[in-house]
């Protein structure tokens, strides 16, 4: 590997890198321009530009209707068999799911036409039927279809309403066209209750098989449980959530029991209507999709109210240390995302009209953020300020301290159920405000005079808080770029090596605190973890650094242009202008590299063992301080201890035998670690 460019500067940049900024030049000339107006090369007409669309192109051509594509006109009065409106129930929720899941109402819940013709169902308006079909009564479409319908509609506005609170993003994280199809805002979800009791009463007097009987009744107390779990005000009454969800899961096995089976040619299939987008309103192109297979839908809705108590263990839990473990692992597993409605919901939860977890004004965030981080209660922090504080003191800052906490810990908590690109972005804009906080709290230490060295340990330990905290930061940075499989091969090895030397940060930083924390505190606990693990992360991502640095081909100097482009959140002016901070320097990499091919001492695999060896004697320890969390931090170790012993297998036993190591052995798949690589079979 060449410490220098071994060709010409110009062979790096494809064209060289001199190019010239021609913004100025557009923008001048625009401004001569009349709006809607377009420049065109000669003999390139607006026409050849069309022709680029493929007419037909079922994304931007959508009122076409293909031959294939043509139905039956749907009449909602059509008559059904129990079996039929078990079918069309079922499809109800998988339609619920796939709006949560990301797809449009349009492409979703609105392809079931019976919510376009609700007023056509309704048995006030209509003449009392005559020669009745004892098999297909039409109560079953006037009361049970419409009650089902209703109570649909009225979860998807509860929903929307907790979506558009701007928690989650309007078409980055869900969709909220609505196609001015009415989500029957204006009516009382008491009221589509009392029509699903009431329909279920129908059921009981019926003459049905008690087969359907139970089959439709199930499916309707489904969804009237789900309301209930919609419209509940979980920081009030969240003794009831275990209960529905509880409730809720009963009566999804049942129906997963029974499956109907649809007659041939049955009519009910006209129901569902997968090109309404054409008839609706829209505001962008609809792809016409499919409903996933109904056993996948039943697995989807039951993740989807396991979700839900999940929060509320979450609700229940007045730990700042609890919420944090409960988003990273969630992170570390690299699990799905939770429905942006439940992502949205805990974050109104967490902090909403200045109130935490609805009862506690946002001083407990600062209380807590300094006891649960350094096992210190403010108030006695606060009297070590009072009596060290010199006889002409400047203006405290212990207001603007507050306030910045404040406003960092608010949206850092809810960050953990930001999307993953957008919590990557907010960490990278949280690490200069970390700094920050740093910077004002070590100015306002250095103004007092501590009497005592317990007063002088004290104080200095409050800044380095701050400091823990953009540490940690920095780190979540660098591995979400491995989740989200950002990195080249040859920005792999500087990640793991930026990885490491943040984790030496965080963890010098920590072997400082731990002597000032009290070792009966939930705080001494998770440092005393958190030191062990650390170290465990560090010899894994030196070992990488070892066994990746064959990927850097290239010239030192593209090297560091691509570096700068990468950690430009490192590098922002705003440093400039306060306390320095510990940045890595990128010869430091070539030194550190230079310096492990050089020690022969060194073994990858015997520092994977030893990295393997942390992890496994954590997983018998108790970490009951993080509550129900605790299983998931030890599957988190498990599966990094299983990393470990993965590589080792396969790592050099001496930097002697690095250049020989095969590089195509090791794969990056986030479904197996997300943070590192894994063997190839």
């Keep these: 590997m060449p410490a220098n460019a071994s060709y010409d500067d110009w062979f790096d940049v494809p064209g060289g890198d001199d190019f010239e900024d021609v913004t100025d030049l557009f923008v001048a000339a625009g401004h001569d321009m009349d709006p809607e107006e377009v420049i065109l090369m000669d003999n390139f007409t607006l026409m050849d530009a069309m022709s680029a669309f493929e007419i037909g192109e079922p994304r931007l051509d959508s009122g076409m209707i293909l031959e294939e594509q043509r139905r039956p006109p749907f009449d909602p009065l059509t008559p059904l068999l129990p079996e039929e409106v078990c079918w069309l129930l079922d499809r109800s929720f998988a339609c619920e799911m796939e709006w949560h899941a990301g797809k449009t109402l349009s492409q979703s819940v609105f392809t079931l036409l019976f919510v376009h013709h609700l007023p056509d169902i309704n048995p006030e308006y209509l003449a009392p039927e005559e020669d009745a079909d004892p098999e297909r009564p039409r109560w079953l479409v006037t009361v049970i279809v419409r009650a089902a319908m209703l109570g649909l509609l009225k979860c998807c506005d509860l929903a929307w309403r907790e979506l558009s609170k701007n928690k989650v993003f309007d078409v980055e994280d869900w969709q909220g066209e609505k196609c001015d199809v009415s989500l029957l805002e204006g009516v009382d979800s008491v009221v589509i209750v009392n029509m699903i009791d009431a329909a279920c009463e129908w059921l009981r007097q019926s003459d049905l098989a008690d087969a359907h009987i139970e089959a439709l009744r199930d499916r309707l107390l489904l969804r009237k449980t789900l309301l209930y779990l919609y419209r509940l005000d979980l920081l009030k009454s969240s003794s009831e959530l275990g209960y529905n969800v509880a409730v809720a899961r009963g009566l999804l096995h049942r129906v997963r029991t029974f499956q109907p089976t649809l007659p041939q040619d049955s009519p009910v299939t006209l129901a569902m209507d997968p090109y309404i987008a054409r008839r609706l309103p829209n505001f962008m192109p609809i792809r016409v999709t499919e409903l996933p297979p109904l056993a996948e839908t039943w697995d989807t809705l039951d993740t989807f109210l396991s979700f839900w108590g999940e929060i509320g263990y979450l609700v229940n839990s007045l730990s700042l240390l609890k919420w944090e473990a409960a988003g990273s692992l969630s992170y570390a597993l690299h699990r799905k995302p939770a429905a942006s409605f439940h992502r949205s919901l805990i974050q109104s939860l967490f902090y909403d009209s200045g109130l935490v977890l609805g009862s506690h004004r946002a001083t407990w965030l600062v209380e807590h953020f300094f006891y649960e981080t350094i096992g210190i209660p403010y108030s006695t922090i606060l009297e070590c300020f009072d009596k060290s504080a010199p006889e002409a003191q400047q203006a405290t800052m212990r207001d603007v301290i507050e306030r910045r906490i404040t406003k960092l810990m608010v949206p850092h908590v809810r960050s953990n159920w930001y999307n993953p690109p957008r919590r990557r972005r907010h960490l990278m804009k949280e690490f200069l405000q970390w700094h920050m906080l740093y910077d004002v709290i070590l100015k306002d230490v250095e103004q007092h005079k501590p009497p005592d060295a317990d007063t002088a340990a004290l104080l200095a330990a409050v800044?380095?808080?701050?400091?823990?905290?953009?540490?940690?930061?920095?780190?979540?940075?660098?591995?979400?770029?491995?989740?989200?499989?950002?990195?080249?091969?040859?920005?792999?090895?500087?990640?793991?090596?930026?990885?490491?030397?943040?984790?030496?940060?965080?963890?010098?930083?920590?072997?400082?605190?731990?002597?000032?924390?009290?070792?009966?505190?939930?705080?001494?606990?998770?440092?005393?973890?958190?030191?062990?693990?650390?170290?465990?992360?560090?010899?894994?991502?030196?070992?990488?650094?070892?066994?990746?640095?064959?990927?850097?081909?290239?010239?030192?100097?593209?090297?560091?242009?691509?570096?700068?482009?990468?950690?430009?959140?490192?590098?922002?002016?705003?440093?400039?202008?306060?306390v320095p901070v510990e940045m890595p320097n990128l010869s430091g990499f070539e030194a550190m590299l230079e310096e492990l091919l050089k020690d022969e001492a060194f073994s990858p695999a015997a520092n994977l063992q030893l990295a393997h060896d942390i992890l496994v004697s954590h997983l018998n320890e108790p970490q009951e301080w993080v509550g129900h969390w605790a299983k998931d931090r030890q599957e988190y170790l498990r599966n990094l201890a299983e990393t470990c012993d993965r590589l080792k297998r396969v790592a050099p036993t001496s930097m002697v035998e690095v250049p020989n190591f095969d590089l195509e052995m090791l794969s990056w798949t986030p479904g197996t670690h997300p943070w590192f690589p894994t063997v190839k079979s």
């Design 463 to 578: 800044p380095r808080t701050a400091q823990l905290w953009r540490v940690s930061a920095s780190r979540d940075i660098i591995l979400s770029g491995f989740e989200q499989e950002l990195y080249a091969p040859e920005e792999k090895p500087i990640a793991y090596w930026y990885l490491s030397f943040v984790l030496e940060q965080q963890l010098g930083i920590i072997e400082d605190l731990l002597p000032v924390v009290p070792h009966d505190t939930t705080a001494f606990y998770e440092l005393r973890f958190q030191a062990k693990h650390i170290a465990a992360l560090q010899m894994i991502s030196t070992s990488l650094v070892a066994l990746t640095a064959g990927y850097i081909v290239s010239s030192w100097r593209r090297i560091a242009l691509n570096f700068l482009r990468r950690y430009k959140w490192m590098f922002k002016p705003e440093f400039d202008n306060i």
